[in-house]
């Protein structure tokens, strides 16, 4: 009898043991994981499971490294869960950490944060190691917690996946149009163009010699161009594409760039007869039924999936200081070979493509230049010179974007005089995404209270915005954003009646801490 009872016992115990493991277990795994599962399921209708296996696997594998550690100080698989956990989460969260304390307290470093929290960590595992009491009821709470809060997001992806992803509808142009009209159409599309204010509120630079060109060749020139809805190239111009706002702002950058296949502006055209020409740097935009007039283009502007999901997950830890530094150190050297590694060879062609395009269509044609300049990397000078790899991503110095953009002034005037000279009667629209995002490069340079989020976010989103019509008078796009220049366009032209619209909420960048390493 004796002897079945401390069997019993002892199954007993086993049995407890190896609940006691996975309990533990599981609090580290779901601790780990949920950041990584929080982006899957909030973004559940661009992003697959595959999508998310490298930040998965990353943050699980550091988090059986903790554990594994905490295992030889402890020597107690609840104790070793709960110190691991909160280590994860430090890890996991470290620059969101030292952005919420720099706003109380600006001159917490990365350093002294750093120190603060190895002493407190420190101190909590010398604390929990003395603890006598069993920590099975804390080890249940963790799991609770975690499972509650993907409980929570998966109930709220549910409409999502059952809804699917919502169509573009597409515009009845017979319904609309004059399909008399048959002019070419040139639509040149410069990334992070500043428009008028921007310049003079970030450089205080008058960018009146290119404007004045252009209005003595019979363009109008909005100096208050705002698209409001964002600040990213993968939100607008989906959105002005499709003269209307589409796209998800802050979602994964290539399910908007997916809005710009066969768009409403390219099925309008299409309608019209119009054959639909495409320079396309990068191949950020969709080409599908586009006659594409640039070859030696490599993908790799446009962040897929996988990486939109690591970035937003690493971009808060640890990993993103690590990684950040690991770069610094590697910067020179890739930087060297850089511009013989395709870039400017690419660029150099859509400069040239844009240039000539006049000469390579068929009218009528709807010809869209998508020019991934004066945008980082800065690689000419005023005067068409390729400058040093030091400057080439080198916000702090001013005038290196000036210079690029002084560059990019004299090819759009090659580009107008040639289109104008040999298509005199066309429609020519000049218009960029963004302005130039300073605040957006270089949040270093502002202290929290110093920083004003409405007027910050307004002057990075004006952008540049002029158009041409041959034969017709200037047409009134003042203080207009591009989906309404667009708009104006073929209500003027194609005598459609469009309504102006605005989109339902402005866009805010708010203050944060970036300058993680000093």
């Not at 430090?90 to 990365?110: D, G, T, Y």
């Not at 604390?127 to 080890?139: A, D, N, P, S, Y």
């Not at 000419?380 to 080439?392: A, P, S």
């Not at 920083?451 to 307004?458: A, G, I, R, S």
């Amino acid at each position: 009898m004796f002897e079945l009872v401390v069997s019993g016992d002892r199954v007993m115990g086993e049995k407890e043991m190896i609940k006691k493991i996975i309990l533990s277990l599981c609090a580290v795994l779901f601790t780990s994981s949920y950041p990584v599962l929080f982006i899957f399921l909030r973004n559940i209708d661009e992003v697959h499971l595959r999508d998310i296996e490298l930040p998965l696997v990353t943050y699980i594998m550091i988090a059986v490294a903790f554990f594994a550690i905490s295992m030889l100080f402890f020597f107690d698989v609840e104790k070793a869960s709960i110190y691991s956990s909160a280590l994860m989460i430090i890890f996991m969260n470290f620059v969101l950490i030292q952005n919420i304390i720099v706003m109380i307290i600006p001159i917490c470093s990365f350093a002294l944060l750093g120190g603060v929290m190895l002493i407190i960590m420190f101190l909590f595992g010398f604390f929990l190691k003395k603890q006598k009491q069993e920590m099975g009821t804390v080890i249940i709470i963790i799991n609770i917690l975690f499972i509650s809060l993907l409980l929570m997001n998966t109930f709220s992806a549910i409409p999502v996946v059952m809804s699917g992803k919502e169509e573009i509808k597409e515009v009845q142009v017979e319904q609309y149009a004059n399909k008399v009209e048959n002019r070419n159409i040139y639509y040149l599309l410069f990334d992070e163009y500043g428009g008028t204010e921007n310049l003079k509120y970030y450089y205080n630079y008058d960018n009146s010699d290119i404007k004045n060109y252009l209005e003595n060749m019979g363009f109008s020139w909005s100096n208050n161009t705002y698209n409001k809805e964002s600040i990213y190239t993968s939100d607008i111009v989906p959105n002005i594409l499709n003269i209307d706002y589409v796209s998800r702002v802050g979602s994964v950058p290539s399910g908007n760039i997916k809005l710009t296949e066969n768009p409403v502006l390219y099925r309008f055209f299409k309608k019209m007869g119009y054959e639909i020409n495409i320079v396309n740097q990068e191949k950020y935009l969709k080409e599908t039924g586009c006659n594409v007039l640039t070859q030696k283009q490599k993908k790799g502007y446009v962040e897929n999936e996988a990486k939109y999901v690591s970035k937003i997950v690493f971009q808060q830890g640890l990993i993103s200081v690590f990684s950040s530094i690991c770069s610094n150190d590697r910067i020179e050297s890739k930087s060297k070979n850089f511009t013989t590694e395709g870039y400017t060879t690419e660029l150099d062609e859509v400069f040239d493509c844009a240039l000539n395009i006049c000469d390579r269509v068929n009218k009528p044609s709807f010809n869209v230049c998508y020019i991934l300049c004066p945008h980082v990397p800065f690689l000419y000078n005023n005067k068409g010179e390729y400058i040093e790899y030091k400057d080439m991503q080198n916000y702090d110095n001013k005038d290196i974007y000036i210079e690029q953009l002084q560059y990019v002034n004299c090819k759009i005037k090659e580009m107008v005089k040639n289109i104008i000279d040999k298509d005199s009667d066309s429609i020519i629209v000049i218009q960029s995404d963004h302005g130039w995002r300073y605040a957006y490069h270089c949040m270093k340079n502002y202290k929290k209270k110093d920083y004003n989020v409405k007027k910050e976010t307004l002057m990075m989103q004006n952008a540049l915005n002029c158009v041409y019509i041959g034969g017709k008078e200037k047409l009134d796009i003042q203080g207009d954003s591009c989906i309404n220049t667009w708009r104006k366009i073929l209500n003027e032209v194609y005598d459609t009646n469009y309504d102006m619209i605005e989109c339902e909420e402005d866009y805010s960048y708010t203050w944060r801490y970036t300058n993680v390493t000093q």
